[in-house]
């Protein structure tokens, strides 16, 4: 079946960087676009960033553009967001969602917690 | 990129049939029919119920079905039961085509009195 495993959450001073991964399972990991989102504590969701199959397509929410890079390793079926210049606001669950066809966000992660507190 | 517009909060008894409506704008609701609905337990991942407007995925309630004219979306859940009692949230791409940004509506929070 279908897994999506992220790790890399953890608390991280306002300004510091941080690294999530995805561990993909249960489907093949090359031919699907990939996005995460977050969801701050007792908030809605928000999309953050989608990336291509191939990874040759990426696109970000303004709320993170400059910040953080979506990135893909299809030899190790792997997901990654590189997280930058953290802020308070960025205290988030981290979702890593697959996309299949008109369906935004498929499959879900449990997700991954970042809090972002000095 | 600004989320879409959905009412924070519905209520409704046992057996009663709700809307929740969904506004974007001609730059993404309006110029797409990939909208999808989200329900959302305490707790608990998101489960998609609603997908290219008026699907539903495989496993959904057939008491949930969505519609959309112009820039507004509605999710309906008829027959209203306790275990309906969650958050829903539209989701809409944005461009510059399919495959590119999706935004969020703020979510709604649905009450079975």
């Known amino acids: 079946q279908v897994q999506l495993v992220e790790s890399g959450g953890g608390v991280v001073q306002p300004g510091r960087s941080l690294r999530l991964s995805c561990a993909a399972s249960g489907f093949t990991f090359s031919t699907y676009a990939l996005n995460w989102v977050r969801q701050a504590p007792g908030k809605g969701l928000e999309w953050v960033a989608i990336i291509s199959y191939d990874g040759s397509q990426i696109y970000y929410a303004d709320s993170v553009e400059g910040r953080f890079t979506i990135s893909r390793d299809n030899s190790k079926n792997t997901l990654y967001l590189q997280m930058n210049s953290l802020r308070a606001e960025d205290t988030a669950v981290y979702y890593c969602?697959?996309?299949?066809?008109?369906?935004?966000?498929?499959?879900w992660g449990q997700g991954t917690l970042v809090t972002v507190s000095s | 990129q600004s989320a879409l517009t959905q009412p924070a909060s519905v209520s409704g008894s046992p057996g009663q049939s709700i809307t929740i409506s969904c506004t974007g704008t001609s730059s993404d609701l309006g110029s797409y029919n990939f909208l999808s609905w989200y329900q959302q337990h305490p707790g608990k991942v998101p489960k998609l119920i609603i997908y290219e407007v008026t699907k539903r995925p495989s496993g959904a309630s057939n008491r949930f079905s969505g519609s959309k004219s112009g820039n507004t979306a509605s999710l309906t859940i008829s027959g209203l039961q306790a275990e309906d009692e969650a958050d829903y949230y539209c989701c809409s791409y944005a461009g510059p085509s399919t495959f590119g940004h999706v935004v969020i509506g703020g979510g709604t929070k649905l009450t079975v009195l």
């Open positions: 969602v697959r996309r299949v066809g008109g369906i935004p966000f498929d499959y």
